[in-house]
């Protein structure tokens, strides 16, 4: 069998894969000859789910019965990307009982099922740069120290620990992603979604919580699909960072956003803080560059496209 043959016969499972990573993987992998089966919530049509490059959907949470049906009728697979879990520092803290059993519980339910098998798959537990908390003034190497400031970030720890414990203790080969500030398309929520909302609404001046001079790490949803998908097979580190390695204050990436629209409004900042966000929350890329990944989509573009598909699915909801 040549390698493309090789590659095309690979299977890939995603949890989680109607999210807004999720699908932006599934995408990057079929494309790379995977065949991607999808395990999440809710019903997905089947034109909308082969469009985002899946093959097989299940409706259902990552629990052994659902992984032992999924094993029974399909390839087993190469490789299983574990995106289910929780996806918001707001609703972790209001719902924090909910974000361990999406977070940490789904996560042993994974490593209950996988560790029982005679050749078990890598498993790429897609993270958060959460756990870094507030103590990092420059760029954050994966050595760092882990100090989350939210509940959302600990239960990212808990399952993040669940990994290294399985690797050590069964010998399954895992591996650690921890995503920065990703954005773009399809993302109906987080700091972009929100200031197109509130310009779309005529908001004027925007006031945004915070001091503005906050650091974020932005990287474009299909770079880091793009860099997700590089961690399905080879050798790649145990524990990376995704993120472009870039400083940007959230007052600069404001001014952006509304840059894109018509009639930009004012914006001003609250100076007050939300609960369980750090000042400063920027990647440094040294491990994830030496795999070769270099972002493509340069911030302004990202921006652009971002601002032009709320644009377009606002239009198409009227």
């Keep these: 069998m040549n390698d493309a043959e090789n590659l095309c016969s690979r299977s890939a499972w995603i949890t989680g894969a109607r999210g807004f990573v999720g699908r932006h993987l599934a995408r990057a992998l079929a494309r790379q000859g995977y065949q991607v089966t999808g395990l999440g919530h809710g019903d997905w049509p089947w034109q909308d789910a082969t469009e985002w490059g899946i093959s097989r959907w299940r409706s259902g949470s990552v629990e052994t019965e659902n992984l032992a049906e999924l094993a029974a009728v399909g390839a087993a697979p190469a490789v299983i990307y574990h995106l289910a879990g929780g996806a918001s520092v707001g609703r972790a803290i209001d719902a924090p009982r909910e974000d361990f059993a999406r977070t940490v519980e789904s996560t042993a339910n994974l490593f209950d099922w996988t560790c029982r098998l005679a050749s078990p798959p890598r498993v790429v537990l897609v993270s958060s740069a959460a756990v870094y908390g507030n103590s990092h003034a420059g760029p954050i190497s994966e050595a760092a120290a882990m100090a989350p400031l939210s509940v959302y970030g600990e239960h990212k720890?808990?399952?993040?620990?669940?990994?290294?414990?399985?690797?050590?203790?069964?010998?399954?080969?895992?591996?650690?992603?921890?995503?920065?500030?990703?954005?773009?398309p399809h993302l109906a929520k987080q700091l972009i979604w929100d200031i197109c909302r509130r310009?779309?609404?005529?908001?004027?001046?925007?006031?945004?919580?915070?001091?503005?001079?906050?650091?974020?790490?932005?990287?474009?949803?299909?770079?880091?699909?793009?860099?997700?998908?590089?961690?399905?097979?080879?050798?790649?580190?145990?524990?990376?960072?995704?993120?472009?390695?870039?400083?940007?204050?959230?007052?600069?990436?404001?001014?952006?956003?509304?840059?894109?629209?018509?009639?930009?409004?004012?914006?001003?900042?609250?100076?007050?803080?939300?609960?369980?966000?750090?000042?400063?929350?920027?990647?440094?890329?040294?491990?994830?560059?030496?795999?070769?990944?270099?972002p493509a989509v340069p911030l302004a573009e990202g921006l652009r496209r971002t601002v032009e598909w709320y644009r377009r699915s606002k239009k198409a909801a009227q």
């Design 157 to 184: 720890v808990m399952m993040e620990q669940l990994g290294r414990y399985n690797a050590r203790e069964f010998g399954q080969d895992v591996v650690i992603a921890r995503l920065f500030s990703v954005y773009g």
């Design 199 to 294: 310009v779309d609404d005529g908001e004027a001046p925007l006031v945004l919580g915070g001091s503005g001079n906050e650091l974020r790490d932005f990287i474009n949803v299909d770079d880091a699909a793009i860099a997700l998908a590089g961690f399905g097979n080879g050798a790649v580190p145990t524990t990376v960072n995704v993120g472009s390695g870039t400083p940007t204050r959230v007052a600069d990436i404001a001014a952006m956003v509304v840059g894109n629209w018509p009639a930009a409004p004012p914006i001003a900042f609250s100076g007050v803080s939300r609960a369980g966000d750090p000042h400063s929350l920027v990647s440094d890329p040294a491990l994830l560059r030496a795999t070769g990944f270099r």
